[in-house]
């Protein structure tokens, strides 16, 4: 807060008087000079000191100068006062010459040279007042410590970024790093180029905290990891550059730019998906989405909407998440003239009529089914409900797509469903049983390619950034200054980004013939605790854990222990026989169907009816799936 407690009006008054004054002021200053002795008007020129600050006032209004806040007046405000001087001297001397019949180059009148002279004296003067303020308002103004950053890349990109945050005054540029060692030494927007990334350690032991901001977006990815890494053993905050339309209009700044993206932490490349693969199944087909609203299907319509289907309709039970992705598709069909129909559909799976009725009247040729709960912890305590969502729900729907003949009937699954210990794993397993046992019922409908419905299974691991995702959480955790909490410290996870799961999605429909299950090469698991700690240093903290945080200060990472049915270690095959398939990285795991009398044997015995107790249905399912009743 500035000393200066003054409104905007009060600031504007001042400075009125202070041009009054100035005006007058520089024109006596001109006379002195140019005539070489203290000046003192003649009873005649006296009007030529009357009527400069009447002519002036007009005219710098005119130009904007009470406009501009004097704290933060640049290059355009400079130039404001130039032209504005100017046509006020001109009128000045129009009026001293024709108005008040002054004349030019006369001992009483007004010295050849004196209007220029005049002219260049009143932008000294004018524009030193406002230079003089902005500085007094600065020095006594409090204002939080400027950021200490660093610019990685001696790009183009990296040229625009410098150029664009020299107008941030909440930041210090301290100058650009890049491993090129060509380059040390040079100046890119008056920014020297440092040397290589091993600077960095050495500005940030006299300089901290510090920020990096990475400009290299066509990194390969594993240069990009291992530059990541580098910077995480460094303790340094990293952002990366915003877009290029963003930095060549000269609208970014520090917080324009973004944090990491975590798919920069995972341990393998991002799967691109098969342009013949992909659009295969959904162009000109009327596609039924379940779960429209969750983040796997809210994404999965978004991926269906850009291949040209007839129509997409949205089957979701949850009204605000219908509302969300119905306006949200509308809008994109809008924006980008798609000739696709969106039909939102509010209900549940478990409503068979209803279902039927949907899928009757829409003649839906190809349905994804990623209706389901998922959060392990919830499904435990609520069972029941877990039971006659993710079962019978899918068996609603999928037998219902029999019936009918549907096409193509796609159940997203999850790593969770092989050798479950959770009561949600329990019930996705149930369901891909239910969907094997369906289509080993249908089995003699394939030979007739049009009487047929094609089931598929499509399972990957954790998705980043759908809800419950544990890295999102991890972040929020950060931001608050921690603790992180982990259940173990070996647990480790599969990921995934959500355009991959929804492409992998799509590109099963393709690959679908006799309920194959598609399963993502996903690399290999990444550690949650390594992931965890990646976050906070790249976040710019370090662990309270850290041998050199002598005063103990930074995130702690807490362990909650593991959860009711929660696994150190997921899995995605429940067996060796993985074959390949038209996509490199997607594999097709060979697994034994369940026959579906025993199927429907274990749908009998879940059944609602039977009024059994949360333990009860608990040991029920894992007793379906191989496991003993401690799960």
């Given at each position: 807060?500035?000393?200066?407690?003054?409104?905007?009006?009060?600031?504007?008054?001042?400075?009125?008087?202070?041009?009054?004054?100035?005006?007058?002021?520089?024109?006596?200053?001109?006379?002195?000079?140019?005539?070489?002795?203290?000046?003192?008007?003649?009873?005649?020129?006296?009007?030529?000191?009357?009527?400069?600050?009447?002519?002036?006032?007009?005219?710098?209004?005119?130009?904007?100068?009470?406009?501009?806040?004097?704290?933060?007046?640049?290059?355009?405000?400079?130039?404001?006062i130039i032209y504005a001087s100017g046509i006020f001297v001109l009128l000045w001397l129009l009026t001293a010459v024709f108005l008040l019949h002054i004349s030019l180059g006369s001992g009483h009148g007004i010295p050849r040279s004196a209007p220029v002279l005049f002219w260049i004296i009143l932008i000294l003067t004018i524009g030193s007042s406002r230079q003089a303020a902005r500085w007094l308002l600065l020095k006594t103004t409090k204002t939080t410590p400027k950021k200490n950053v660093l610019i990685y890349g001696a790009n183009r990109l990296g040229s625009e970024l410098a150029l664009s945050l020299s107008h941030d005054k909440d930041i210090r540029l301290l100058g650009i790093i890049d491993d090129d060692p060509v380059l040390r030494g040079f100046y890119i927007k008056d920014l020297e180029v440092l040397g290589d990334r091993t600077v960095i350690e050495k500005i940030r032991a006299t300089t901290s905290p510090l920020e990096v901001l990475l400009t290299l977006p066509k990194m390969h990815s594993e240069q990009r990891k291992e530059l990541l890494k580098y910077l995480e053993d460094k303790r340094v905050t990293v952002k990366t550059i915003p877009s290029l339309s963003e930095l060549t209009s000269q609208t970014a700044t520090l917080s324009s730019l973004r944090d990491i993206d975590t798919t920069d932490l995972l341990?393998?490349?991002?799967?691109?998906?098969?342009?013949?693969?992909?659009?295969?199944?959904?162009?000109?087909?009327?596609?039924?989405?379940?779960?429209?609203g969750g983040s796997i299907g809210s994404e999965l319509c978004r991926q269906i909407l850009l291949l040209n289907p007839t129509q997409i309709i949205l089957f979701e039970h949850s009204e605000l998440n219908l509302y969300q992705i119905n306006a949200e598709l509308l809008g994109l069909c809008a924006s980008r003239d798609y000739d696709v129909e969106i039909i939102p559909i509010l209900g549940s799976i478990t409503n068979k009529q209803h279902v039927e009725e949907t899928i009757k009247k829409f003649k839906i040729d190809i349905i994804y089914h990623a209706a389901a709960y998922k959060h392990v912890s919830l499904i435990e305590h609520n069972i029941e409900e877990g039971i006659r969502n993710n079962i019978f729900g899918t068996y609603t729907v999928a037998q219902v797509a029999l019936d009918l003949k549907v096409e193509r009937f796609i159940l997203i699954s999850t790593d969770k469903a092989v050798r479950p210990s959770s009561v949600m794993g329990a019930t996705k397993h149930i369901a891909e049983l239910v969907i094997q046992g369906l289509a080993n019922k249908n089995e003699p409908d394939y030979a007739d390619e049009n009487n047929a419905t094609h089931f598929a299974i499509v399972r990957f691991g954790n998705v980043l950034g759908s809800s419950g995702s544990v890295i999102p959480l991890f972040q929020e955790q950060i931001a608050y200054g921690g603790p992180i909490t982990i259940t173990h410290p070996e647990v480790t996870r599969y990921f995934m980004t959500i355009p991959e799961a929804s492409q992998l999605v799509i590109q099963a429909a393709a690959l679908a013939k006799s309920c194959n299950v598609f399963v993502l090469d996903m690399g290999k698991p990444v550690s949650i605790l390594s992931l965890a700690k990646q976050l906070v240093y790249l976040s710019g903290h370090m662990l309270k854990t850290d041998e050199n945080n002598l005063n103990e200060s930074g995130i702690e990472i807490q362990y909650t222990g593991l959860k009711k049915g929660e696994k150190i270690h997921e899995e995605l095959f429940t067996g060796e026989n993985i074959i390949k398939t038209e996509h490199p990285m997607i594999m097709e795991a060979r697994e034994d169907f369940c026959e579906w009398s025993k199927v429907e044997k274990m749908l009998l015995q879940l059944e609602p009816q039977h009024k059994l107790s949360n333990e009860e249905m608990r040991q029920r399912l894992l007793q379906f799936t191989g496991k003993d009743s401690t799960g």
């Open positions: 807060m500035s000393s200066f407690n003054i409104s905007r009006k009060q600031k504007t008054a001042l400075m009125f008087i202070t041009d009054i004054t100035l005006v007058p002021l520089s024109l006596w200053i001109t006379f002195s000079l140019r005539l070489g002795v203290w000046f003192w008007p003649t009873t005649n020129q006296t009007w030529l000191f009357i009527t400069g600050p009447l002519l002036a006032l007009p005219i710098f209004i005119k130009f904007g100068l009470y406009r501009v806040v004097v704290r933060y007046i640049g290059q355009k405000g400079m130039l404001s341990a393998r490349k991002e799967v691109a998906p098969k342009k013949e693969l992909i659009s295969t199944c959904v162009k000109d087909k009327k596609i039924m989405v379940t779960g429209a």
